[in-house]
C-alpha cells in the first residue's frame, strides 16, 4: 500500500538546535517526494521536492531509497521555523499531481 | 495572479444541511483537487479533477460529490451535513504534469 509517514506528531527544540523530521514511505516504484509547509492559519506551501536537490530557507532533504524515507533537516533552526510540516508523496511521476500526505508533525522552536 | 481561492472561509452547518464549497484557480493549471485536513491524519483525498471534464475519487469520496465546471472552478457538494465531515477542506490546482501544485487558504467547516 502507498502511505507516508512521519513517526512524530511534535518535535520541539530550542532556537540555533539542529532539526530533523522524519518521513518514511511505503511505495513500490519510483515516486517524488514532497515538503509542505503550513504556518499558523496559513495556506500549505511547498517547501522541497527531491528531484529538484535544493536548499530551501536552510531546509535539506535527501531521499534515501535504501531506507525509503526522505528526513527534512536544518543545521540551525530559528524561531520562524515553527509550523507544521508535511511530507507527501507523488505516486506516479507525471501523472495528474495526486498527493499521498504523512500525518504531518508540529515543529515549535523555542527561544 | 490570485492564484488558487476558496469561497467560504467558514461556514457552520446543522446536520443535513447542504452546501456547495467553492475554488477558483487562474493559473490555467489543468488539475484540481479537494483535500481535507484532520488532526492527527494529515490531509486526505476527497476527489480530483486531472482535466476539465473529468473528475475521479480519491481517498474519503463518500458524503461528498464535486463539479469541475469549467477549467478554472472546481466546486465540493456536501448534500447531506454529518459531524464527521468537520474539517478543514482545501482545494489545489497543478499543472498536471507533478505534484508541485498551489493550494488554497482554506474553508474550515463545522457541522454540529
Known amino acids: 500500500a502507498q502511505r507516508v509517514t512521519q513517526p512524530e506528531k511534535l518535535l520541539s527544540v530550542f532556537k540555533g538546535a539542529p532539526v530533523e523530521l522524519k518521513c518514511n514511505y511505503s511505495?513500490?516504484?519510483?515516486?517524488?517526494l514532497f515538503w509542505y509547509v503550513q504556518y499558523s492559519r496559513q495556506r500549505l506551501q511547498l517547501l522541497l521536492r527531491h528531484i529538484s536537490r535544493e536548499s530551501i530557507k536552510g531546509f535539506t532533504a535527501d531521499l534515501n531509497k535504501g531506507e525509503t524515507s526522505f528526513h527534512l533537516k536544518k543545521p540551525f533552526a530559528q524561531e520562524e521555523d515553527s509550523a507544521m510540516y508535511y511530507c507527501?508523496?507523488?505516486?506516479?511521476?507525471?501523472?495528474?499531481?495526486?498527493?499521498?500526505f504523512g500525518q504531518g508533525t508540529t515543529l515549535q522552536v523555542k527561544p | 495572479n490570485a492564484g488558487v481561492t476558496q469561497t467560504p472561509k467558514f461556514q457552520v452547518l446543522k446536520t443535513g444541511q447542504s452546501m456547495t464549497l467553492q475554488c477558483a484557480q487562474d493559473m490555467n493549471h489543468n488539475s484540481m483537487y479537494w483535500y481535507r485536513q484532520d488532526p492527527g491524519m494529515g490531509l486526505r483525498l476527497i476527489y480530483y479533477s486531472a482535466s476539465e471534464g473529468t473528475t475521479d475519487k480519491g481517498e474519503v469520496p463518500n458524503g461528498y460529490n464535486v463539479s469541475r465546471l469549467n477549467k478554472r472552478e472546481f466546486s465540493l457538494r456536501l448534500e447531506s451535513a454529518a459531524p464527521s465531515q468537520t474539517s478543514v477542506y482545501f482545494c489545489?490546482?497543478?499543472?498536471?504534469?507533478?505534484?508541485?501544485?498551489?493550494f488554497g487558504p482554506g474553508t474550515r467547516l463545522t457541522v454540529l
Open positions: 511505495y513500490s516504484g519510483s515516486p517524488e
Open positions: 489545489a490546482s497543478s499543472p498536471g504534469t507533478s505534484g508541485v501544485g498551489l
Open positions: 507527501a508523496l507523488s505516486p506516479i511521476a507525471g501523472n495528474t499531481g495526486k498527493l499521498i
